[in-house]
């Protein structure tokens, strides 16, 4: 079952469930259980009942109000448009858990050995990616630094929290990051994950609970009508279990519902490819639908401070 958050006038969020081309607004319900994803979740922890089946009884007599074409076509311009599938509390992202992106940082970085060793580590690597305002949805745009010169997409598998803990859904992610700022030095790695449009969710939620999943994933990135990057891989090539990962998360750390989990990349551009500004960026996720965020480059909100600065971030914008 896919569940999408979306917008009809701008200024509200409600709940849809896709049935095929259509989706229906479930917030036309009179129960108040599908008026935010917090009272769903309540809802359906009070009626000791999952997800997937309370949805399915409730939802039995509500007509399809929208197609599922409007929402993937909006913009937040022009509603009816596609919110993040949940407003996530916090977004979390783990790394190094394909061997290709273990690769490709342990060539890339100043400080050798340290993405080998988290590849092969009980321990993986858990970092805080952002939360609502680092977060943007399908269509929206995703931001690149104005004071770096090497932006990669990074699509990954994405899991969603409940209220205990548990793994209520799956989405894709774009865990948009700073490869030069990162590759200078690991200490470096909140600046080149955390920043305004740093991450895209979305387009929908496959809720349900589900083992380890497989899921196909693609990434294609579109400059001036033109493909200049494509690959995919399968969810399965990952070297962790989605339960090691939420294990690992949740230990000593009580994060909170309705919180997103990136799950890493295993696809990961040559090194000469950077985003430019107005590239669209495709993320397909099986099961989920396809991610689509044009790219916007995030300005400095405070200005080199001196002449030394000026030129460093000069050299940096070409
Ligand atoms: O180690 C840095 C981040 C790795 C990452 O984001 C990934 O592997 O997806
Ligand atoms: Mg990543």
Request: charge should be negative; hydrophobic fraction near 35%; aromatic fraction near 6%.
């Amino acid at each position: 079952m896919n569940l999408l958050q979306f917008s009809r006038t701008g200024a509200d969020r409600r709940i849809g469930l896709v049935e095929g081309d259509s989706v229906i607004d479930l917030s036309q319900s009179s129960s108040g259980a599908f008026s935010s994803w917090p009272a769903l979740l309540q809802a359906v922890e009070a009626e000791g009942t999952e997800i997937t089946e309370f949805i399915l009884q409730k939802s039995d007599r509500m007509s399809s109000s929208l197609t599922l074409a409007s929402l993937l076509g909006g913009r937040q311009d022009r509603p009816p448009f596609l919110l993040p599938p949940v407003e996530a509390a916090e977004v979390w992202g783990c790394g190094v858990t394909y061997l290709r992106s273990r690769d490709a940082r342990e060539d890339e970085t100043l400080v050798k050995g340290i993405y080998d060793r988290v590849y092969e580590s009980e321990r993986p690597e858990l970092f805080f990616k952002g939360n609502p305002r680092t977060v943007v949805a399908h269509n929206e745009a995703i931001g690149i630094r104005e004071d770096s010169s090497w932006n990669v997409p990074e699509p990954e598998l994405a899991f969603v929290l409940g209220v205990d803990g548990e793994i209520i859904g799956l989405t894709a992610g774009n865990d948009v990051s700073s490869r030069d700022i990162e590759r200078q030095n690991p200490l470096y790695l909140p600046q080149a994950k955390i920043y305004d449009r740093s991450c895209s969710l979305g387009p929908t939620l496959l809720v349900g609970r589900r083992q380890q999943a497989d899921l196909g994933i693609s990434m294609a990135v579109i400059r001036d009508g033109a493909e200049v990057f494509q690959a995919s891989t399968r969810t399965s090539r990952m070297k962790r279990s989605l339960d090691e990962l939420r294990s690992h998360l949740l230990r000593c750390n009580s994060v909170p519902p309705l919180s997103v989990c990136l799950t890493g990349t295993g696809i990961v551009p040559p090194d000469d490819f950077t985003l430019q500004e107005e590239d669209r960026v495709e993320i397909e996720l099986e099961k989920v639908g396809k991610l689509v965020n044009e790219v916007v480059k995030v300005r400095m909100r405070i200005p080199p401070r001196n002449p030394e600065e000026r030129r460093n971030l000069e050299a940096y914008s070409g």
